[in-house]
């Protein structure tokens, strides 16, 4: 989890720790979490390409003498 630009840290294995949860619950919680963590990094990917291109893209402004 992030709060701006400041990691927090959070340990998602010890708080499934604390829960009652069966092999299978926990093995599921998991797997998600991880499919959630890739899908932020590829979403964080794509920004920065998209934010890339519009820079090339937008029109510069005249450098004034």
């Known amino acids: 989890m ?3 630009n400041k ?14 949860l069966t092999p299978a619950e926990r093995a599921n919680a998991l797997g ?3 499919l959630a ?3 932020v990094e590829i ?3 794509l920004r920065a390409m998209f934010k890339r291109i519009a820079g ?3 029109p510069k402004p005249s ?3």
């Open 32 to 34: 998600a979490m991880r």
């Open 56 to 58: 090339l893209i937008s």
């Open 2 to 4: 992030s709060n701006g």
């Open 7 to 20: 990691q927090a840290v959070f340990n998602l294995e010890a708080r499934l720790n604390e829960l009652n």
């Open 43 to 45: 979403f964080e990917a």
């Open 63 to 65: 450098v004034r003498a």
């Open 37 to 39: 963590e890739d899908a």
